[in-house]
């Protein structure tokens, strides 16, 4: 019983080391991902929209930060994950916004959930995405006035821009790949019915 019990001792202690370990290259790789990806976002949205208004930074693109520079071999930080959920979060919150807007509750939890099904369905599931869809719900009057237009224009433009910077940051150092799968893009061959056998 003794012996078990240092067994486990030691095998935490080496867990924990392991987990604590601190990479400081990953960590300024991480840092300067999100800051450029976010800080270009805000400069043009000032640039566009003036300082006093904040319509192109989402809240939902902080939580993909972390995904898709702070975690970047997670299947929920690739190309096709980020740039899904966020669209398809944005397209659900406008619609359940546009037909349940007076029942702001009903809309937001519909929006959620639905979102995150259709996410689950098309293999696109990113978690800031079901943010993206609540925000579309309970989002200033600015947001709710774009409409469908919100998926584009703050959603879509700023994926595109986070991903854009997170292709060129995560790939810089040797030690960091992004994405995962260099065809991410190549949704049609995913697709495909396998070639019968030939005899």
Not at 94 to 116: D, F, M, P, R, Y
Not at 119 to 145: D, F, W, Y
Request: aromatic share 10%; no cysteine.
């Amino acid at each position: 019983m003794r012996q078990r019990l240092r067994r486990q001792a030691r095998r935490v202690r080496v867990i924990v080391y392991q987990e604590t370990l601190f990479d400081w290259q990953e960590h300024l790789w991480t840092f300067v991902g999100a800051f450029a990806g976010i800080g270009l976002i805000g400069l043009l949205n000032r640039e566009l929209l003036g300082p006093a208004d904040t319509l192109l930074l989402v809240g939902s693109f902080g939580a993909s930060s972390v995904l898709i520079y702070g975690v970047i071999n997670s299947p929920l930080a690739q190309p096709r994950n980020l740039l899904g959920g966020h669209v398809l979060g944005a397209l659900v919150g406008v619609t359940a916004q546009q037909w349940l807007g007076t029942e702001q509750w009903l809309a937001a939890a519909l929006a959620v959930a639905a979102s995150i099904v259709l996410m689950q369905i098309t293999k696109t599931l990113h978690p800031p995405g079901g943010a993206t869809a609540l925000i579309a719900v309970v989002g200033s009057g600015r947001i709710r006035e774009l409409g469908y237009w919100y998926v584009l224009l703050p959603v879509l433009l700023g994926a595109l821009l986070l991903l854009a910077v997170a292709l060129v940051v995560n790939n810089l150092p040797g030690t960091r790949r992004y994405p995962a799968n260099p065809h991410w893009y190549r949704v049609w061959q995913r697709y495909r019915r396998p070639k019968p056998p030939t005899v």
